[in-house]
């Protein structure tokens, strides 16, 4: 089996902005696709899709000139072959990022090519199921939030997530309202999302957030200062009795370690769509776990992101959660083989061969890209 070419299909949809209450008014979706003279294809997403599609296709494009003629079954000898070539100029960063989108349309082959599941290559299922958490929360209007959040309650999660980024008045309102909501049976995690905004809370400001959450028994505050701003990470997490998670939008070890050198995490959050691919994000775990820092594997994007953390997942032992998130980006249900099926609260761990996600042709068609449609429009 050799690669004959790899391709990056850019797909954009509009997002409905009073939905989502955010600035983002279209999504575009990369999706790099290895193709084999076999026949057997594989898929991976890069998260960056959403605001820098166009450098996603080309590096993928300069990485695919590595690869043809190569068999895409040695993922790890082409993952260190793509990621040897741009130690000089990309060590970090999308140039990683693009490298784990790869890697993982890699173990998609390889795991269809033996007609198994990805985390069978991984070390093999260690849960037959695990909890998943809906995360959204995403409106400043409450009463959007009351009933969104009731929703979730009625199809059954017992884990939610929200976002806070407003005055801490209308934070505290938010969330106590999300307890009321969500009663004392289904967990709540918190979002500040300060890991991409410009203006970020100083640790003092999030630390005044920590409070109510304390009150109320939230299980994890997410991103409560800039994305670089280890000390004040560390300075929340000394003073809350609330664990700290962080570092979505960290890519590779060296990002991650960081983190852990300023004792800034309690949980941390890769990403094989992201932080590198899966073997990446498996080392950032290793090195997590070995500082007593917990793993929650992040997914906000497409279907082949969120399988591609869930194989992660159902392989890593201490996996407790899954990120399931209710954008309601159309790139979810149309590239997954088999349904999001919710049961109790949990997933099941899949069946279908590799990472289980399709691009049907007619997907392509419906959702072409638009340029200058991005994060920043």
């Given at each position: 089996?050799?690669?004959?070419?790899?391709?990056?299909?850019?797909?954009?949809?509009?997002?409905?902005?009073?939905?989502?209450g955010?600035?983002?008014?279209?999504?575009?979706?990369?999706?790099?696709?290895?193709?084999?003279?076999?026949?057997?294809?594989?898929?991976?997403?890069?998260y960056?899709?959403?605001?820098?599609?166009?450098?996603?296709?080309?590096?993928?494009?300069?990485?695919?000139?590595l690869?043809?003629?190569?068999?895409?079954?040695r993922?790890?000898?082409?993952?260190?072959?793509?990621?040897?070539?741009?130690?000089?100029?990309?060590?970090?960063?999308?140039?990683?990022?693009?490298?784990?989108?790869?890697?993982?349309?890699?173990?998609?082959?390889k795991?269809?090519?033996?007609?198994?599941?990805?985390?069978?290559?991984?070390?093999?299922?260690?849960?037959?199921?695990?909890?998943?958490?809906?995360?959204?929360?995403?409106?400043?209007?409450?009463?959007?939030?009351?009933?969104?959040?009731?929703?979730?309650?009625?199809?059954?999660?017992?884990?939610?997530?929200?976002?806070?980024?407003?005055?801490?008045?209308?934070?505290?309102?938010?969330?106590?309202?999300?307890?009321?909501?969500?009663?004392?049976?289904?967990?709540?995690?918190?979002?500040?999302?300060?890991?991409?905004?410009?203006?970020?809370?100083?640790?003092k400001?999030?630390?005044?957030?920590?409070?109510?959450?304390?009150?109320?028994?939230?299980?994890?505050?997410?991103?409560?200062?800039?994305?670089?701003?280890?000390?004040?990470?560390?300075?929340?997490?000394?003073?809350?009795?609330v664990?700290?998670?962080?570092?979505?939008?960290?890519?590779?070890?060296?990002?991650?370690?960081?983190?852990?050198?300023?004792?800034?995490l309690?949980?941390?959050?890769?990403?094989?769509?992201?932080?590198?691919?899966?073997?990446?994000?498996?080392?950032?775990?290793?090195?997590?776990?070995?500082?007593?820092?917990?793993?929650?594997?992040?997914?906000?994007?497409?279907?082949?992101?969120?399988?591609?953390?869930y194989?992660?997942?159902?392989?890593?032992?201490?996996?407790?959660?899954?990120?399931?998130?209710?954008?309601?980006?159309?790139?979810?249900?149309?590239?997954?083989?088999?349904?999001?099926?919710?049961?109790?609260?949990?997933?099941?761990?899949?069946?279908?061969?590799?990472?289980?996600?399709?691009?049907?042709?007619?997907?392509?068609?419906?959702?072409?890209?638009?340029?200058?449609?991005?994060?920043?429009?």
């Amino acid at each position: 089996m050799q690669i004959t070419a790899v391709d990056c299909h850019l797909m954009t949809t509009a997002m409905g902005v009073p939905a989502l209450g955010t600035d983002i008014a279209h999504w575009t979706c990369a999706v790099v696709e290895v193709k084999t003279d076999a026949g057997v294809n594989g898929l991976g997403e890069c998260y960056a899709g959403l605001s820098a599609p166009e450098a996603v296709r080309s590096l993928a494009a300069l990485y695919g000139e590595l690869l043809v003629g190569e068999d895409p079954r040695r993922v790890g000898f082409l993952y260190e072959k793509m990621k040897s070539k741009c130690l000089f100029w990309g060590k970090a960063g999308l140039p990683l990022a693009v490298v784990g989108t790869i890697e993982n349309a890699l173990w998609d082959i390889k795991g269809k090519a033996m007609d198994v599941p990805v985390y069978e290559l991984l070390g093999g299922r260690s849960h037959d199921r695990i909890k998943v958490y809906a995360s959204g929360g995403l409106s400043s209007d409450l009463e959007v939030t009351k009933d969104e959040l009731q929703g979730y309650v009625d199809r059954g999660f017992k884990a939610v997530k929200v976002r806070v980024w407003d005055t801490p008045e209308h934070d505290e309102r938010k969330l106590r309202l999300a307890r009321e909501v969500l009663g004392d049976d289904v967990e709540l995690m918190v979002d500040a999302v300060m890991g991409h905004n410009p203006r970020p809370w100083s640790a003092k400001d999030a630390l005044r957030r920590a409070r109510v959450m304390e009150e109320l028994g939230v299980r994890w505050f997410e991103e409560p200062c800039g994305n670089t701003d280890y000390a004040g990470y560390a300075y929340v997490r000394e003073h809350t009795s609330v664990p700290i998670a962080g570092g979505e939008s960290a890519v590779g070890v060296a990002d991650f370690e960081r983190f852990f050198e300023a004792g800034s995490l309690d949980i941390a959050q890769p990403d094989p769509a992201h932080s590198g691919g899966i073997i990446e994000t498996l080392r950032i775990a290793t090195m997590a776990r070995a500082r007593g820092v917990k793993v929650a594997y992040h997914s906000w994007g497409a279907a082949p992101c969120l399988w591609a953390n869930y194989h992660v997942g159902f392989a890593d032992p201490s996996c407790e959660y899954l990120e399931f998130p209710t954008h309601g980006l159309p790139f979810i249900d149309a590239m997954t083989v088999e349904p999001f099926d919710l049961i109790d609260g949990y997933f099941k761990a899949p069946t279908a061969p590799g990472l289980g996600v399709c691009l049907p042709s007619e997907l392509i068609e419906q959702y072409p890209y638009q340029p200058h449609t991005g994060f920043w429009t």
